[in-house]
């Protein structure tokens, strides 16, 4: 019985606990239904997705209304790897922003914070599990301005200025795929996006549905921040709650790739978005840009959440250029990447948030002499920055293997080159804090400070060690992601 | 225990003990038997797989699959076994050592040294053994990572730049190119199993190979072939014991290691020497023998002096193996054990020199051979073997490398060798003559016709003196053994099938 509704009620369990949590505002009431509802919402998801590894595809009829008139949940390899990784990583979040939110947040508010997280990711895994194309858009909204509230609560004033950047930008992110949206629902009647597919070749692929596909590719690139239209990430990641930055910065841009591949693969087809369209070369190019700029930018960041979120903005390039191969290497590398980049950059966001815990700054100075004072937060952040250079045994190896194997599978050795060299980046600013903190001393009035709280450091090493564990064994996600990215391929033939 | 036990043991015994040094970090004395219990356990441990190698069989495991494709292998040859040996042993003399040299000089921060030692000694392991490419470089990578908190102990800013350098070079030739040369190696060939007779006969074109050649050479940045060499000499802030272990035999050691490795089994001798994409790498490594040996004379630093020394041996191998004939190939292998022998003996004589008179400069050394007399008769031992004279064991490797070069007709090479050995000679006996001949003392005290005072004997602590001792020995006897190494390596050069 409850297996049957799993898909719908890994969506409805967020989205009832989210008001509930409000009437809940008294004592610890509210965290603990935040928490069970995540929980709950990453059992499922792993339940869904060892269910697809088994018996493949599941067609879930919202209402009993049958596809494609109602509302189909459909959920293949794909979106139940990325219901995994988003649930996986809040669920890891969330045991980690009570302590994290005392200093952050008025306590006697908290309840509106825990709202607003469970309808984030209400909207984040509806975006993810849906197979209706206005369906994605209205849990998209959802989760976009649930996490506009979400960054406004930053410690900082600017994190209110940083929200209504990101607030413009999202809005025309959204905009611009309800507008691609409209025309594909124009030109073939139907909102169903295995229907979409299915029918677009017979109703011809004329201007209205390139405008489609140019609408929708601007609007999620928006929403996962490809160069140049990432503008708005840097200063939401920074003025946001650390633990807000690692849920969204984990979770948000996974799921904006995910809408991306949804389109090109899906709905209109790889030979469509590749072959007839010159898509790839374009995504390409900035992807590279991406990779160099924002690694670059990086480097000379001062304030050590700032130098993560550009960091961010080169990874997202490493996701976009696997998918610009067009082969199913490079496909696996970039679903690979959405996980392992939730992980590392998940467990760096949470150390900024320890770090932040103790010095109320995370200004690259105030590291110095950390690696004495806070011994457990900074060996956390070298695992978490070994993993994101892409060293051995981490979780980044395994994804930079893959890339740069289907970059040389492609033939194309030049991007392979680009790939290690980009990474190379990663090394010096990741390095810079290694350096402040373990070989300097800790400047004047800084000797209080001590290790951050257990219950900030056990969600930090959990994500750390699953950086570690995925990257000895990665048979599971590489398996996972190859067979995700043959199934993209083979929707199409 | 089978074979294939036996390997994974090696693996994981010094993480073991390295979680026991932790926990013991508050007892020095408990802190210092499980470093020398485990170091023993490890020797024994790999020793015990050397009979089956000599019966012909190469033990083999494979725990798991770790990426699909891309299994961790472990596979012991002849060449590693050699490696594992070396690393092995002499691992518990540097403990030994370590212990009378850090506790002499009083050094802070002990638990993490002994730690991390522990950590690199798995990781050497693990590159003894590896059996793809893959499961080399992973563990190539662990061991440059694990040797960091090491080269940086001192923790000043000469150590933080100087571990710049370490893991700057180190990290970015391995990523830049170690690992684009292995996976083309993959997508060539469809395998990156070390094969004898190597993988890659018929699949790649002579200028390919040429290329392909040079990303492994430079990727493989700890066998400090010029110029990537700059890491090694950076590397000297660390403590002499580090200096010992890893930049004479661990680090160095494995990054010739995994040239020969990849030059004889990924490669091929034969398909080498046909293509002659070797060319290139026959003038580098010559190039970097004799330029490094030159920078050796003009350093008045004991440990840079040895240092650069260092980086023109580790080209003997490298030049050794780029010869692609099997005389020259198994002389490298030779040339890796019997350089290990007489360097570390090298670095322990520093080390006691510092420990004992604190003396870290050449031109004031002189005349400490009347203070310490075994000390510099040891090193005189480690600088004969190191040139290559008989009856010491460097005699014998450098022998096959230049019947190696003499078979292939490259003269030019033959003359290198020479040259080179007269080099060797220049820069290090000088530091034993002056020892032992000159007064000691400074110039300007003698020239007021102060009495040079007897000095007595003033030898470094006995942890710090047996171990020297004994791989000065280590220095005699392989000469005596070399023909058994040279007959256990000959598998390595042998034909498939």
Wanted: aromatic share 12%.
């Amino acid at each position: 019985m409850i297996a049957t509704h799993l898909p719908v009620l890994q969506v409805v369990v967020p989205l009832i606990a989210a008001p509930t949590c409000i009437l809940l505002r008294g004592k610890n009431w509210a965290f603990m239904l935040a928490l069970l509802a995540t929980w709950a919402a990453f059992a499922m998801s792993c339940m869904l997705l060892a269910r697809v590894l088994d018996d493949g595809v599941i067609s879930y009829e919202l209402g009993g209304w049958a596809a494609p008139w109602g509302i189909e949940y459909r959920i293949d390899l794909v979106n139940a790897y990325v219901l995994v990784i988003v649930s996986g990583i809040s669920s890891a979040v969330i045991a980690y922003t009570r302590q994290s939110m005392l200093l952050e947040f008025v306590r006697e508010r908290e309840y509106l914070f825990y709202s607003s997280y469970l309808l984030c990711l209400t909207g984040l895994l509806g975006v993810t599990i849906t197979g209706d194309a206005f369906n994605l858009f209205v849990f998209l909204e959802i989760s976009s301005l649930s996490s506009y509230v979400l960054i406004s609560l930053g410690p900082d004033r600017r994190a209110l200025t940083a929200a209504y950047q990101y607030l413009v930008m999202g809005t025309i992110g959204a905009t611009f795929i309800v507008i691609g949206v409209g025309l594909l629902y124009h030109a073939t009647g139907t909102l169903n996006m295995v229907d979409l597919g299915a029918r677009l070749p017979a109703a011809g692929y004329d201007r209205v549905v390139v405008a489609a596909f140019a609408f929708l590719t601007i609007g999620a690139a928006l929403k996962l921040a490809l160069f140049p239209l990432h503008l708005w990430l840097p200063n939401a990641y920074t003025y946001a709650p650390s633990s807000v930055s690692a849920f969204l910065a984990a979770t948000a841009t996974k799921v904006a790739v995910y809408i991306l591949l949804r389109f090109f693969f899906t709905v209109f087809g790889a030979e469509f978005s590749f072959e007839t369209l010159p898509t790839a070369v374009p995504l390409m190019v900035l992807a590279i840009i991406a990779m160099f700029a924002a690694s670059t930018v990086a480097i000379f960041q001062v304030n050590v959440k700032r130098l993560l979120a550009y960091s961010s903005v080169a990874q997202i390039g490493y996701m976009i250029l696997g998918l610009s191969l067009v082969t199913v290497g490079g496909l696996t590398a970039t679903i690979l990447h959405l996980f392992n980049h939730a992980l590392m950059k998940g467990a760096l966001f949470l150390v900024m948030g320890c770090v932040y815990y103790r010095l109320k700054s995370v200004h690259i100075d105030g590291f110095a002499g950390l690696g004495r004072r806070m011994p457990w937060t900074m060996a956390a952040f070298v695992a978490g920055g070994l993993s994101l250079i892409g060293v051995p045994l981490t979780a980044g190896f395994i994804s930079k293997w893959q890339l740069v194997l289907a970059a040389l599978d492609s033939g194309l050795w030049w991007i392979a080159l680009l790939v290690v060299l980009s990474s190379l980046l990663a090394v010096v600013y990741v390095w810079r804090v290694v350096e402040k903190a373990y070989f300097e001393p800790p400047p004047a009035g800084h000797d209080k400070v001590e290790e951050a709280p257990l219950s900030m450091l056990i969600p930090t090493w959990t994500l750390v060690c699953a950086n570690i564990y995925f990257g000895i064994d990665a048979e599971l996600t590489v398996g996972v992601a190859q067979r995700a990215a043959v199934e993209l391929f083979g929707g199409v033939q | 225990m089978t074979p294939g036990d036996a390997i994974l043991t090696a693996i994981f015994l010094p993480l073991v003990g390295a979680v026991f040094i932790v926990l013991l970090g508050s007892r020095p004395n408990l802190r210092e038997a499980v470093t020398l219990g485990t170091a023993g356990l490890l020797f024994l441990t790999v020793v015990s797989l050397i009979p089956a190698v000599l019966a012909g069989d190469r033990p083999a495991t494979e725990p798991f699959q770790a990426i699909p494709n891309f299994p961790l292998v472990f596979v012991v040859e002849p060449l590693g076994m050699v490696f594992a040996t070396i690393a092995s042993s002499l691992w518990i003399l540097t403990s030994i050592y370590s212990i009378g040299y850090m506790r002499g000089n009083d050094e802070h921060n002990q638990t993490r040294f002994y730690v991390s030692f522990a950590i690199a000694l798995s990781s050497t392991m693990g590159i003894a053994f590896s059996g793809n490419l893959f499961t080399l470089f992973v563990f190539y990578e662990v061991l440059t990572l694990s040797t960091y908190p090491l080269v940086t102990h001192h923790g000043d800013s000469a150590a933080k730049q100087g571990g710049r350098t370490y893991v700057g070079l180190l990290l970015s030739t391995s990523i830049g190119f170690l690992l684009v040369a292995i996976l083309w190696t993959w997508v060539l060939t469809g395998t990156i199993d070390f094969t004898n007779g190597g993988i890659l006969t018929g699949k790649v074109d002579g200028a390919m190979a040429a290329v392909l050649l040079f990303l492994y050479m430079y990727g493989i940045g700890k066998a400090a072939l010029m110029p990537i060499h700059r890491w090694l000499p950076a590397a000297m802030v660390a403590p002499t014991p580090v200096s010992a272990l890893l930049h004479a035999v661990a680090v160095v050691k494995a990054g010739v290691f995994c040239v020969v490795k990849v030059i004889v089994y990924i490669f091929g001798l034969d398909f080498l020497s046909e293509t002659g994409a070797n060319q290139w790498l026959i003038y580098m490594a010559a190039f970097t023998l004799l330029s490094a040996s030159l920078i050796a004379m003009r350093k008045d630093n004991l440990k840079a002096r040895l240092a650069y020394s260092t980086v023109s041996q580790l080209s003997y191998v490298i030049l050794g193996a780029a010869l692609a004939t099997p005389l020259a190939a198994i002389g490298a292998g030779m040339h890796i054990a019997m350089h290990a022998f007489g360097k570390i003996t090298l670095f322990f004589c520093a080390g006691a020199i510092y420990t004992a008179l604190h003396k870290t400069e050449i031109s004031d050394m002189r005349g400490i051979g009347r203070q310490m007399p075994i000390t510099m008769a040891a090193f005189f031992i480690g600088a004969l073997s190191v040139t290559g004279l008989p009856p010491l064991g460097g005699a014998w490797s450098k022998w096959y490398m230049m019947l190696g070069a003499a078979e292939t007709g490259e003269l030019l090479i033959v003359g290198v060798f020479i040259v080179s050995s007269l080099l060797n000679v220049a820069y290090l006996m000088p530091i034993v003559a002056a020892a032992f001949f000159q007064p000691d003392g400074d110039p300007a005290a003698q020239s007021v016709g102060a009495a040079a005072a007897p000095t007595g004997i003033k030898e470094a602590p006995l942890p710090c003196l047996i171990p020297l001792c004994l791989t000065a020995l280590g220095c005699i006897a392989l000469f005596f053994f070399a023909d058994q190494i040279y007959a256990f390596l000959t598998p390595i050069a042998a034909k498939p099938g």
